[in-house]
């Protein structure tokens, strides 16, 4: 079996999530359409770590991180009502930048991978491969089963079954982007690709057979254990300015289920409500775009994530240490900004860079002396981890974390070890015996058997061991 390295699960890593992991783990039945293709939600981060195109510099300091500019105010147009006449590139700068940024990687890492593969074939063939744009439904339907079985990583070793189907998925995309809408090489009811569809399933079924991706890394939750050892080395608390800041981080994945590096960027005060009800103090997040919800006219049955979490007063009252930090970025601005010395915690106006925020996780874990896979995702599996040892119904854990299907949040839930150690010792052998002390207690058992033969009563001949009898009765039968 051969161990995932970066190269490995690129493909598979570029994104946070795998909201559409149905159509991956159930095979090649139910395909994405254009739509979900185009929408697909990877956040492979979970299975196998975080791994990113991006350059990480762990050690960068956020005191090269650029002010953020002021965004406008809705309908801030100067006063007037309809704003000025836009350009045809001011229209496609709007649609760009409303799309996926980790889903454009995983497209154009997708296509270099293929181009590759076109340019090694053309120079050791004599008929020159055409561009996939540019291919008729039977070439590609030939071309991309041979490219499927051919490719391998830049180190000679093959691609594991998930990434061979999430290059699928980035041709595809790539022949959307081309305006080639008559072509779906995934769409089991197109039977022009149906050759390639056989070659892609076969080949993942092989794959797998032979070990590759078996070895799946995933982001390991933070046990109530571990958090209270956070709690306990100061590493949470409001002492000092970085350490309310990790709480904040911390709980602001856990109790909300924040776990992408943008989404923790983007955050603004403005998103904390402070409130108190009959029910007690809560902290109320009002969610806005994120990685499951980009509103729009796919999603126009959804809405933005909303979430009330109530607090009891006391020394670790959530509630109270929102406030504290809110109170010291001023209740405005971006969420995450350099903290101050002194106190009580103040923070400047230089915004957390976005490599300070995607080490964020690590940094608290390893401040507690927690060894394991821990990133950003951690929070979140920390969410539905807790929720799910507590017995907590599905629909309300989704609710926290923002998935949209049960099976989608199942792969977040994490058995306790309590849980994991009844399963063993009810399976497990048990602990062996000696033959003498086994004869020994069968024969205590025989002997015990045979004492309650010689007490039971015989009645109308018959040894009677089991059920009940009659003594001193008179009996009637009517004909």
Known sequence: MCGVTDEDIEL??????????????????????????????CEIGTEFGSFNLDTVDPVADISDAKPRPVKSEPGDDNGERFGKPVTDDEISKLITSNE??????????????????????????????????????????????????????????????????????GILRHLRNKNVFDKNILDNNDPRFSEFRKILD??????????????????????????????????????????LQHTMFFYNCKLFSLRGHNEHHELECSQF????DSSGKYVEFIGRASKTYKGGLAQM??????????????????????????AGLGNEGPFYRRPLQGHPPKYGNQVVGVNKLKTMMKTICAKAGLSGQYSNHSGKRTCA?????????????????????????RKYKKPCDEISRKVSEVLDPGVP??????KREESDIESENEGHLKKTPRVFGSDITNGQHFHNCNISFNF
């Open 202 to 243: 076969s080949k993942m079924k092989d794959l797998l057979k032979r070990g590759f991706g078996t070895a799946i890394k995933q982001a390991e939750p933070i046990m109530p254990q571990d958090e209270e050892s956070m709690w306990e080395k100061v590493v949470f608390g409001d002492g000092s300015s970085e350490s």
């Open 433 to 438: 015996q000696s033959r003498e002390k086994r």
């Open 12 to 41: 598979s890593q570029v994104c946070d999530e795998i909201e559409e992991e149905n159509a991956i783990s159930e095979g090649l039945c139910e395909v994405l359409n254009l739509n979900r293709v185009e929408n697909m939600d």
């Open 385 to 409: 981890t807790q929720l799910f040892m507590a017995g907590v119904d599905e629909q309300e854990i989704m609710r926290r974390t923002g998935h949209r299907s049960e099976k989608a949040v």
């Open 100 to 169: 996926n940024a980790n889903t454009k990687k995983n497209t154009t890492w997708a296509l270099k991978v293929f181009e590759e593969w076109r340019e090694k074939r053309n120079g050791n063939s004599v008929g020159e491969i055409p561009l996939l744009h540019l291919m008729t439904a039977e070439q590609l339907n030939f071309y991309l089963g041979r490219f499927i079985v051919e490719t391998r990583r830049e180190d000679g070793i093959e691609y594991p079954p998930r990434s061979l189907y999430l290059i699928s998925c």
């Open 301 to 326: 049955q959804l809405t933005n994530k909303q979430i009330r979490h109530y607090s009891p007063p006391g020394e670790r009252c959530i509630v109270d240490f929102y406030k504290t930090y809110l």
């Open 273 to 276: 409500v402070l409130g108190e």
